[in-house]
C-alpha cells in the first residue's frame, strides 16, 4: 500500500491534524513544526507548501500545481517556491543531495518520501511536546508580523566580550552592514511614451497612510530583482518625506505574504491604503504596473500602466510619485518640487542601474566576490556620474566593511576619501549621514558616530539602520542595556527584517551571550534560509558554544551556497580540534586565498604549521607574516584589544618577549574581549614560560564562556601542561575563589 492511501496515517483527515515522523511533529490547527521538541519557525507559505507534501505522501505534485494551491499564481514567480523549499529544509535539517524527508523531482516537483508515524505508534510523552512546541510556535509565529521580542540577557558581563578568534573563528564572519535604505518599497521605472488609465476609482481613504509594499519582477535574473527592490527605497524614502503622509514601517520581502488579500495586508500593516507594482526589463525597455488600493474596500484607488524607455525613469518615478500622494493629501507645490529632487539623485540612468546593483551586493551579498562587485558597482555609477552622493555614500560603507571585517588597513583610506567626498556632494542627505556614522564607528569614535546616527534616528527612511548602527557603538563603549534598546527599537522600525535579527545576535556573541545569539541567527535564516554568511556566521556561534557537530552541518550548508573564508576557517577549527593539523592547514590555506588581508587566517595557519612534527618548521615564517599584517592594523585601529592580543602571541611565538609582555597588559587594560584576549594571553604567556600567569589567563577564558573543547586542543597549552587531551585529567582545577562558569547551551 503506498503512504499516501494508509488509513491509519495521521493527516487531516485522520482527526487530530498531526503529522508525525523522526521526532517531527507537525500540528494543522496549531500551524507548528517542532523538531526534537524545539519549534521551528516558518513563513506561512513554506508551511502550506509542507502541508500539500504531507496530505499526499509518496506522490509527486508538480511545481505548477503547488504554486496554484499555495500561492494561486498572484504576482509570484517559481522562485518562491524553491526558496519555500528551502526553508523546509532547514526546518527538517533535511539534505537536498541525500534527502530523507523532500524529494526535488528535477524541473518536474517535490514530494514527501519520509515516514508517517500511524497515531498508535506516537509515544504518550509527545503529547507535551506537542503542547510546548504549539505555543512557542504561536509567539513565533507572531513575531513574523510583530516586532519579536529581544531575548532576555540570563547573566549579566562586565566588560565586551567578542566571539573567539584563535580556533574559533566565528568572529571573522564579518558583521553585515546594516542596509543602506533598503526600506520595503516600491519604486517604479518610467518611459519616454507611456500610457495609463485609471480605473476603480474610490473616495480617498480616511486616513492618509500607506504601505509600499517591494516590487515584484517576473524575472529570475538576479541583477532585475536587485533593480526592482532597489527602486523601492527611493519611492519609500520620498513618500516618507511628505508632510502629512504616515508610512508604515518597512518590512522586506521575506515578511510580505503576498498571498494574502488588500484586506488582510492592511489589518497586518495598519495603514488605509498599499502601494503595489511590478517591473519588467527587456533590454533598455521598461513596463511598470503600479496601483494604489483601499485596504478597507479592497478596490483600486488608482492604477497606471508605464511602456517607455529607461532614461525616463526618474520623471516616471516623480509621476507615480505625485500622483500617490496626491491621492492621500492635498500638496503644495513645492512639496512636488521636493518629491522630485528626492527622487532624482542623479540624472543618468546607468549610474543609478549601477548603483542599485552595487547598494544590493552591499546589503545581502550573493556570490564569492559580493563585496568586491559592490564597491565596483559603485565606481561604476562614479564613473557615469562624479556628483552622484549615494554613490559615494554606498562606497564609503562597503570600504569601511572591508576595513573592519577583512583587517584591510588600505580600504580604511578608500573610505575615508569616498565619505569626504559625499559630504562635499550633500552633507544634508541620510545616506551620507549614514555612511560617516560607520566610518567613525570603526575607527573607534564614538562620539562622532553617535553625532551622525542621532541626526538620522528620526528620519523614517534611515531609522532601523541608524539604531543598528548606534547599538553597535553602544556595545563598543559597555552600555548593553542602551545597546539592547536600541535594536528593539530597530525591530518595531523594520519587523521582519532578518539583517536586524542578524546584528542583534552578533552583537549579543561579541558580549558573551551565545545562546541568545544562537536564537537569533535562527530567526534570520528562518527569514533568509539560502543566504550563505548567516549560516557561517550561525555556524562560528556553534563552535563557540561548544557544538562542534552542528557547526559543522551549517558551516557546510554555507559552503554548499557559496564559498566563503569564515566557513572554510572555521571547518579548518574542527579539524585542528580533532588533531588533524595538515587537513587544518590546507581549510586556512583556502580562507587565505579568498581573504589575503586577515592576519587571523595566517595566525590560524601558522598554529596547524607549528602544531605538526612534519611542517614546525614552517611556522616561524608564517608567524612572522601574520604579525606583519596584524602590527599593520593596531597602527591604525590601537583600540581593538583582539587584534593586540593576537599580535602578542605572534610575538612569542617568535621568541619576542617585552613586545609580546606589552601587548598582552595593553589588550588586557582595554577591558574589551574578554574571552579571546584571555585566550591568547594564556597561549603567549605559557611559551614565555609565566605559567602562573598562564593559568590566571585561562581561568578567565573559562569564565567568559571559552569551551573545554578549544582549551584543551590548544597545542602550546597541551605541551606546557596547562590543557590536557580530552578524557584526561586535568591539571589544573579551577580555583575555588572563582568557580568555573556553568556550560552554556544552545
Known amino acids: 500500500m503506498k503512504p499516501g492511501n494508509d488509513p491509519n496515517a495521521p493527516g487531516d483527515g485522520g482527526g487530530n491534524g498531526r503529522y508525525r515522523f523522526d521526532g517531527i511533529v507537525v500540528d494543522a490547527a496549531a500551524h507548528t513544526l517542532v523538531r526534537d521538541g524545539r519549534e521551528q519557525a516558518l513563513e506561512p507559505k513554506a508551511f502550506a507548501v509542507l502541508l500539500a507534501l504531507l496530505q499526499r505522501p509518496g506522490d509527486l505534485l508538480g511545481r505548477d500545481a503547488l504554486l496554484d494551491q499555495v500561492w494561486g499564481h498572484r ?21 537536498s ?3 530523507r524527508y523532500i524529494q526535488t523531482q528535477h524541473a518536474l516537483g517535490y514530494r514527501f518520501v519520509g515516514v508517517l508515524e ?3 505508534s506516537v509515544p504518550a510523552a ?65 518611459g519616454a511614451s507611456w500610457w495609463w488609465r485609471d480605473r476603480g476609482q474610490s473616495a480617498a481613504p480616511l486616513e492618509a497612510s500607506i504601505a509600499v509594499l517591494p516590487f515584484t519582477t517576473l524575472s529570475e535574473a538576479r541583477e532585475d530583482r536587485f533593480f526592482a527592490e532597489g527602486l523601492s527605497v527611493e519611492m519609500l524614502n520620498a513618500l516618507a518625506g511628505v508632510r502629512g503622509v504616515k508610512v508604515a514601517a518597512w518590512r522586506p520581502p521575506e515578511a510580505i505574504d503576498r498571498g494574502q488579500d488588500i484586506k488582510a495586508l492592511g489589518r497586518l500593516l495598519g495603514v488605509a491604503s498599499v502601494l503595489d507594482a511590478s517591473v519588467r526589463r527587456d533590454g533598455r525597455r521598461l513596463r511598470i504596473n503600479a496601483r494604489l488600493s483601499d485596504t478597507r474596500t479592497g478596490y483600486t484607488l488608482w492604477s497606471r500602466n508605464y511602456d517607455g524607455d529607461a532614461d525616463t525613469i ?10 500617490v500622494a496626491g491621492a492621500l493629501v492635498e500638496m503644495l507645490p513645492e512639496e ?16 543609478f542601474d549601477a548603483y542599485l546593483f552595487g547598494l544590493k551586493q552591499m546589503i545581502h551579498p550573493q556570490g564569492e566576490d559580493a563585496r568586491k562587485d559592490a564597491a565596483e558597482q559603485f565606481r561604476k555609477a562614479l564613473a557615469a556620474d562624479a556628483g552622484f552622493a549615494k554613490a559615494q555614500a554606498g562606497l564609503c560603507r562597503t570600504e569601511a566593511w572591508n576595513f573592519e571585517s577583512n583587517r584591510d588597513v588600505d580600504a580604511f583610506e578608500s573610505a575615508r576619501l569616498a565619505c569626504l567626498r559625499a559630504s562635499n556632494m550633500d552633507r544634508t542627505m541620510g545616506e551620507v549621514s549614514l555612511a560617516m556614522g560607520d566610518l567613525y564607528r570603526v575607527q573607534g569614535d564614538a562620539a562622532q558616530a553617535l553625532k551622525y546616527y542621532d541626526a538620522i534616528v528620526d528620519d523614517p527612511a534611515m531609522r532601523w539602520q ?8 553602544r556595545v563598543d563603549q559597555g552600555r548593553e542595556e542602551d545597546a539592547m534598546r536600541d535594536f528593539r527599537q530597530a525591530l518595531l522600525a523594520s519587523p521582519g527584517n532578518a539583517q536586524v535579527h542578524a546584528e542583534l545576535g552578533y552583537q549579543q556573541f561579541r558580549l558573551g551571550h551565545y545562546p541568545e545569539a544562537i536564537a537569533s541567527y535562527r530567526t534570520a535564516l528562518s527569514l533568509r534560509p539560502d543566504d550563505a554568511w548567516y549560516w557561517s556566521i550561525y555556524g562560528g556561534l556553534l563552535l563557540t558554544a561548544g557544538d562542534n557537530e552542528a557547526a559543522e552541518v551549517a558551516l557546510r550548508r554555507s559552503l554548499a551556497l557559496e564559498p566563503n573564508e569564515p566557513s572554510l576557517s572555521n571547518l579548518g577549527t574542527l579539524r585542528y580540534q580533532k588533531g588533524d593539523y595538515a587537513g587544518a592547514a590546507e581549510l586556512y590555506r583556502r580562507a587565505i586565498e579568498l581573504n589575503p588581508t586577515d592576519f587571523f587566517y595566517v595566525g590560524f595557519l601558522a598554529d596547524a604549521l607549528e602544531a605538526d612534527p612534519r611542517t614546525a618548521a614552517q611556522a616561524p615564517a608564517t608567524y612572522a607574516q601574520a604579525a606583519a599584517l596584524a602590527q599593520r592594523f593596531v597602527d591604525a585601529k590601537g583600540d581593538d584589544a583582539k587584534a593586540l592580543a593576537a599580535l602578542g602571541w605572534y610575538r612569542a611565538q617568535l621568541g619576542e618577549r617585552d613586545s609580546a609582555l606589552r601587548l598582552a597588559q595593553q589588550a588586557q587594560a582595554l577591558g574589551h574581549e574578554p574571552g579571546d584576549v584571555a585566550m591568547f594571553n594564556a597561549q603567549a604567556l605559557a611559551v614565555l614560560g609565566e605559567l602562573d600567569q598562564a593559568r590566571v589567563a585561562l581561568q578567565a577564558a573559562r569564565k567568559a564562556g571559552i569551551p573545554a573543547s578549544r582549551i584543551d586542543t590548544q597545542a602550546a597549552l597541551r605541551r606546557t601542561g596547562l590543557a590536557t587531551p580530552p578524557g584526561a585529567a586535568a591539571p589544573t582545577p579551577p580555583d575555588p575563589a572563582t568557580p568555573e562558569a556553568p556550560p552554556r547551551g544552545t
Open 118 to 120: 500511524t497515531q498508535a
Open 314 to 323: 526618474f520623471d516616471t518615478q516623480t509621476d507615480i510619485a505625485n500622483a
Open 97 to 99: 543531495q541525500h534527502p
Open 466 to 473: 541608524a539604531l543598528v548602527g548606534r547599538a553597535q557603538v
Open 75 to 95: 504576482h509570484v514567480t517559481p522562485g518562491v517556491l524553491t526558496r519555500a523549499i528551502a526553508q523546509l529544509r532547514a526546518a527538517l535539517d533535511d539534505d
Open 336 to 351: 512636488r518640487e521636493s518629491l522630485q529632487r528626492r527622487l532624482a539623485p542623479t540624472r543618468n540612468a546607468a549610474a
Open 126 to 190: 509527545a503529547t507535551e511536546a506537542d503542547a510546548t512546541g504549539s505555543l512557542a510556535a504561536a509567539v513565533a509565529s507572531a513575531a513574523e508580523v510583530t516586532a519579536p521580542p529581544i531575548p532576555a540577557v540570563a547573566h549579566s558581563v562586565d566588560a565586551i566580550v567578542e566571539p573567539p578568534a584563535a580556533h574559533a573563528d566565528a568572529a571573522h564572519a564579518p558583521a553585515r552592514m546594516s542596509w543602506v535604505a533598503v526600506l520595503v518599497a516600491v519604486g517604479v521605472l518610467g
